[in-house]
C-alpha cells in the first residue's frame, strides 16, 4: 500500500504530505528510526514547495518529537528554532 502512495503521490508537496504521514504511522508503531528519513525528506520537499505553510509546521513538529523522544536535544532544539522562525 505504501509503494502505490508513493507511486501516486508525485513529487513536491504530495509526496511530502505522504511522506510525513507515513512517518507518523511508524512513529505510532514504535518504528522512529524508519520514520525519521520520510520526516528529512519531506521538510527537504517542502523547503522547495510550502517552506512556511502548515504541512511545514506539522513536519516540524514531528520532527522535534521524534528528536526529544530519542533523547537528541541538540537536534529537537535546531527544529524548534526553525518552527520558531516561522512564527
Known amino acids: 500500500a505504501v509503494e502505490i502512495v508513493r507511486e501516486h503521490a508525485g513529487e513536491g508537496k504530495r509526496q511530502a504530505r505522504a511522506d510525513r504521514n507515513y512517518g507518523i504511522c511508524l512513529?505510532?508503531?514504535g518504528?522512529?528510526?524508519e520514520a525519521e528519513p520520510l520526516f528529512l525528506r519531506?521538510?527537504?520537499g517542502l523547503m522547495v514547495e510550502d517552506?512556511?505553510?502548515s504541512l511545514m509546521r506539522s513536519t516540524l513538529k514531528w520532527l522535534i518529537y521524534l528528536?526529544?523522544?530519542r533523547?537528541?536535544?541538540e537536534r529537537a532544539r535546531d527544529f524548534e528554532a526553525r518552527l520558531l522562525?516561522?512564527?
Open 27 to 29: 512513529v505510532r508503531l
Open 51 to 53: 517552506p512556511t505553510g
Open 85 to 87: 522562525a516561522l512564527e
Open 42 to 44: 519531506s521538510y527537504e
Open 71 to 73: 533523547g537528541e536535544e
Open 31 to 33: 518504528r522512529d528510526e
Open 67 to 69: 528528536y526529544e523522544e
